[in-house]
């Protein structure tokens, strides 16, 4: 059976880099072809564009590479954003947003609840995004990791991603992640199964 693969953009929080001309960059890039690197003071985000069936499996398959290439991965990085950050990737007005925040606009698929009710609420820009989407709203075609897979993720490299393997199996109620007392959906057959090597 083969699964439909899409684009997904994962970014990482990383070991600190010698500045650009770090060679590490270079191999990650050999590996990870669309690979963007950016510093903040002490704060060094790698984000990469995966092609994989699923934000998992593009995270795992990223952050494996970025250990490959001898960049140490802390963690995924949630690309938050405010109402301000939302207005303008979408190319609308602040207002407009407050207005979807609140229901009073598109009430019929509702705005995306915040991660965080700080600053007047930050949301996770791929919630945002695919709410974008589905009103028919220009943004860029790329998927996001949910904040259940950036949870997901986060387990795997704490668990040491270099030992994660990918498998896949047929049956939902076998995730390994599955949360306690929550029934499996079997909406879709094919699922992927992430779990530390033995």
């Known amino acids: 059976m083969t699964t439909r693969e899409f684009d ?12 650009p001309d770090d060679e590490r960059i270079d191999r990650a ?9 950016s510093f903040d003071g002490n704060l060094t985000v790698v984000t990469t564009l995966v092609h994989a069936a699923d934000a998992i499996e593009a995270g795992v398959k990223a952050a494996k590479a970025l250990e490959a290439s001898g960049i140490p991965v802390i963690r995924t990085y ?9 207005a303008e990737r979408i190319g609308v007005t602040r207002q407009a947003v407050g207005n979807w925040v609140r229901g ?7 705005f995306p609840a915040p991660v965080s009710l700080v600053a007047g609420g930050i949301w996770l820009w791929g919630d945002v995004a695919g ?18 897979a950036h949870n997901r993720i ?18 939902v109620a076998d995730i390994a992640f599955r949360h306690r007392g929550t029934k ?4 879709h057959t094919y699922q992927r199964s992430y779990a530390p090597a033995s």
Not at 154 to 171: F, K, M, N, R, W
Request: glycine share 6%; aromatic share 8%; hydrophobic share 40%.
């Open 184 to 187: 499996a959906s079997l909406g």
């Open 78 to 86: 949630q690309d938050l954003v405010t109402r301000q950050d939302i």
């Open 29 to 37: 890039m050999e590996l990870i072809p669309n690979l963007v690197v």
């Open 131 to 148: 709410w974008a989407r589905s009103r028919n709203y220009e943004v860029e075609d790329v998927s996001f990791p949910s904040l259940d």
């Open 104 to 110: 009073e606009r598109h009430d019929d698929v509702p």
């Open 154 to 171: 986060d387990l795997l490299i704490s668990a040491g991603i270099g030992s994660v393997t990918v498998t896949t199996y047929e049956c």
């Open 8 to 19: 997904f953009e994962v970014a990482f929080v990383t070991e600190p880099l010698d500045g």
